[in-house]
């Protein structure tokens, strides 16, 4: 983060101390003290309330009774009837929008007994339940004289680079490659994601990162151990958001506030912090806040599908009305709030054009009125549910825990190890804290 960038939050929140509904406009030292205070009694009455361990036990179901939550799956399904119920015990009356989500290959690669990501490229040909069996073949970078007769029958392991995909893959299935599985040439936690064009490959193809690449050409290649490549169509396929709204009495037309949070993972990963941590505090401050009184209108809204594209906050933003638009204040979306990893000191505010907006500017003030341990960051980062909201024309934050300065994820980010044990109650107390206190902020009646 620049030096820009820090002034600009550190000046936002005086900004925002001094245009509080409750600082002092006389000055005196007495006012002053009194309305801190005040400040102070009116925030204690919501985190006094926010209970981690209740956050703990949401993030135990989600991640370990039901695992990894792809979107479109049965698992996905159970989260959001999970979510539905308690909301519902809440006393809640609860929206539920079901949206089709695009058709799409999904892949399982076992290599060693170890499952190994993969994304399938559209274009590829998908395999039977059993899937395609067969030992590897190095064949470089794909190129023609790359083949030789003994990749006949094998899969070949092709590295990204100079020719196209398309290409690659033609050489491989002239050769008489039984499939193609091409590996990343640049570091990078995602699979590779390819582009075949218009291209239909005759045989099952899968990207991996350059990590796992390297993996199976040391540790599988050498010992001719078989490796299992299975890739099945998903289509016809739907998702669902769980939106529970809470509307004040007597105010008509009021202003809305989101606050948000994705519940699906991507496969192999349990999602402990990505994304149960964001969902887990969200219920919590959905029970908490839901008998306090308010002027403005809350919603807490938990998307699905969000890992294959945010298609479930796109579908939810697309499907305001141009009033309901206009009356919308802002967006905080939780996202990765709950890792214990050392260091992720610092709670992030990805907006996507890296500016401060009014949820960023209110969290300041927060933070500064709780005394917030973890330092506030403002950063410009996409990839998560406030890019919907930005695009939509509402102002959004995406609040995230990474480390200060490089702005590094745990390294169990989408992988099976993004469990609970590396979840910190404490860390979920202090976002639950600040962003309670900051939602409150802009909706209590006070
Ligand atoms: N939980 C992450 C959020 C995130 C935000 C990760 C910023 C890294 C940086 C989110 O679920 C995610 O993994 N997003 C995808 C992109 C999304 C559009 C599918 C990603 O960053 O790969
Ligand atoms: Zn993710």
New binding site residues.
Partial sequence: MGKNKCAAVVLSAVLLASSFAYSPTFGTSTVQAEATEYKHAFDQKVIKRFKAERSMHHIQFLSEQLGPRVAGTKEEEKAASYIKNLLTSYGFDIEVQEFSIPDRLMGTLEANGNKVRVNIPTGADSTDEAGLSGTLYDANLGYPEDFTSEVEGKIALISRGELTFANKIKNATEAGAAGVIIYNNQEGT?PLNMSLGDYQASVPVAGITKVSGEALLNDVLPSNTEVTLTIERFENSTSKNIIATRTPKHVEDPDILHVTA?YDS?QYAPGAN??ASGTSVVLELARILKSYPIDKELRFVFFGA?????VGSDYYVNKLSEEEVKRSIGNFNL??VGTDWDQATSIYM?TLDGQSNIVSETAVAAAERLDTPSPLTLYQ????DH?SFYEGGIDSV?F?RREPGTAD?EPY??TPQDVLKYISEERLQEIGELIGASVYQIVGNK
């Fill in positions: 995602a994705h991507v990505d994304n969000e890992e294959i594209g945010l996202d990765m990805n980062r996409g990839a998560s890019v995406n995230i994820l980010y989408h």
